[in-house]
């Protein structure tokens, strides 16, 4: 049985090359940094779509920036994420910012001048109150964060926006 040089070349270059089968290469899926990861809502307005896509219908309109979201997947430069109540869809990227943020859960909570409840009160932190993720130095219970120019010290438990035994310095 023989081939055709063109039937051999054109076998060759579809399994050996990506970019030509229309797969790897071609079009990136992500940025390969790690899922999940938070990250928080740059712009002052931003559709969450039902789909990685523009044709996909506009299901949700965030008006709130600085909104901390967790990213759960990518599909090229679209992110499917998740707000602190569970809502999920997709964003563009450039909606998108890595800087880390948290918004304040529960109940009224008390910003504390150092780590630990024996500690001095900075200021009284409504719920749904969201600020800026500054450290949480070790795996243990305590993160520092600024809250509208109050910067203190909240329990984990207190917000949403880190992970459980997540370290930021």
């Excluded at 089968?21 to 712009?43: D, S």
């Excluded at 109050?150 to 930021?168: P, Q, T």
């Amino acid at each position: 049985m023989r081939f055709s040089p063109t039937v051999i070349l054109v076998t060759f270059f579809l399994v050996a090359c990506p970019v030509l089968a229309g797969t790897g290469w071609a079009a990136p899926e992500g940025t390969g940094l790690p899922l999940p990861r938070f990250v928080n809502l740059r712009a002052n307005e931003a559709n969450m779509r039902t789909g990685p896509g523009v044709q996909y219908p506009v299901e949700w309109v965030f008006v709130r920036p600085d909104l901390p979201l967790e990213v759960i997947a990518e599909y090229r430069t679209w992110r499917k994420v998740r707000d602190w109540q569970g809502t999920q869809g997709w964003m563009h990227q450039s909606m998108l910012d890595s800087r880390r943020t948290v918004i304040v859960t529960g109940v009224q909570r008390t910003l504390r001048k150092r780590g630990d409840t024996e500690s001095a009160a900075q200021a009284r932190v409504e719920a749904g109150v969201s600020g800026r993720l500054l450290e949480c130095p070790d795996a243990g219970g305590w993160c520092r964060v600024e809250i509208d120019g109050f910067e203190g010290w909240l329990r984990r438990v207190e917000f949403w926006g880190v992970y459980a035994k997540e370290v930021l310095r």
